[in-house]
């Protein structure tokens, strides 16, 4: 599909919370699934933000991450198609490796919410989603956590400078929306055209390899490799991140990890502390249509 400036989709006051709202049906359906089944989950980034400092979503947010560790993702896949194919559609890197996401995404069938990533996914694979981050097993040994740390560094760089290159033909409008420099440096454009010599499909699988190369699930810390600091700057404790307690989110009791306030701390430094609006970040749609929800 073809997508010019003009049709691209901001919201904002009424029209945001009625998006927030569709997409806390999703999660709310997801997560009953999820606890009925004992598969362990908490709120993620910027939504246990929300649940700490809000109560709910970030005013200014419309999306609602979770956290799992290897083990329940792995059955919450295996479970997935009986308990919900019905009505949602499981978005993996494997399944679909043209997008260049390492992120899992559980997308509302007969809706569509489509984003800059997925410019050219069919409208059928692009609805109301929230995003899944496989909290992995991270090697008590240091030369082996060592070399599945950078390993996983180098193929995510790999996807990341591959997809870059692709969504450089997009609008350019988005730049100046999202407030987001998209310069596009030369040198990220030289690895990718390297890079891309092997097929995305090939980088995505050797990343998950690394990803969940430690299969001990209960080593001393994980990581989050497809957060936005990556494996590096997202590795904790297990007792820290892998034990929930419940918190407010709307009118809903979602986890979160026990030592949230010490994940936020790390992650956003002062984390009551309201950003300014043009820091804000911003979410933006080229296409949109709740469906038969017909809101």
């Known amino acids: 599909m073809e997508f010019e400036s003009a049709d691209i989709i901001t919201l904002d006051g009424d029209k945001l919370r009625a998006y927030q709202m569709e997409v806390l049906e999703v999660a709310k359906d997801v997560i009953r699934f999820f606890e009925e089944n004992k598969i362990r989950?908490?709120?993620?980034?910027?939504?246990?933000?929300?649940?700490?400092?809000?109560?709910?979503?970030?005013?200014?947010?419309?999306?609602?991450?979770?956290?799992?560790?290897?083990?329940?993702?792995?059955?919450?896949?295996?479970?997935?198609?009986?308990?919900?194919?019905?009505?949602?559609?499981?978005?993996?890197?494997?399944?679909?490796?043209?997008?260049?996401?390492?992120?899992?995404?559980?997308?509302?069938?007969?809706?569509?919410?489509?984003?800059?990533?997925?410019?050219?996914?069919?409208?059928?694979?692009?609805?109301?989603?929230?995003?899944?981050?496989?909290?992995?097993?991270?090697?008590?040994?240091?030369l082996r956590r060592f070399i599945q740390k950078n390993m996983s560094m180098f193929t995510t760089f790999a996807v990341s400078a591959i997809r870059f290159r692709k969504n450089s033909e997009l609008p350019k409008g988005i730049e100046e929306l999202e407030g987001r420099q998209y310069n596009y440096p030369k040198m990220k454009q030289l690895a990718a055209a390297c890079l891309g010599i092997i097929p995305l499909e090939k980088w995505i699988r050797w990343c998950i390899f690394w990803n969940r190369a430690c299969g001990d699930s209960h080593s001393e810390y994980v990581a989050i490799p497809t957060g936005?600091?990556?494996?590096?700057?997202?590795?904790?404790?297990?007792?820290?991140?892998?034990?929930?307690?419940?918190?407010?989110?709307?009118?809903?009791?979602?986890?979160?990890?026990?030592?949230?306030?010490?994940?936020?701390?790390?992650?956003?430094?002062?984390?009551?502390?309201?950003?300014?609006?043009?820091?804000?970040?911003?979410?933006?749609?080229?296409?949109?249509?709740?469906?038969?929800?017909?809101?």
């Open 228 to 295: 936005r600091k990556h494996f590096s700057g997202e590795i904790y404790l297990r007792r820290d991140m892998c034990r929930f307690r419940k918190a407010a989110f709307e009118d809903q009791m979602f986890n979160i990890p026990v030592k949230a306030k010490k994940y936020l701390r790390g992650f956003y430094g002062d984390y009551m502390a309201i950003p300014p609006v043009e820091k804000r970040e911003k979410h933006i749609f080229l296409e949109l249509s709740y469906g038969d929800a017909g809101r």
């Open 41 to 142: 989950y908490s709120l993620s980034g910027g939504s246990i933000l929300g649940a700490v400092r809000h109560q709910g979503f970030i005013p200014w947010d419309d999306d609602i991450d979770l956290n799992m560790p290897r083990r329940d993702y792995n059955r919450m896949c295996a479970l997935f198609e009986e308990a919900l194919g019905d009505r949602y559609f499981l978005q993996t890197p494997g399944k679909c490796p043209e997008l260049g996401l390492l992120v899992t995404q559980i997308r509302k069938k007969g809706t569509v919410a489509r984003r800059k990533y997925d410019w050219q996914t069919p409208a059928e694979q692009c609805g109301i989603s929230i995003d899944i981050y496989v909290m992995e097993n991270v090697f008590d040994d240091p």
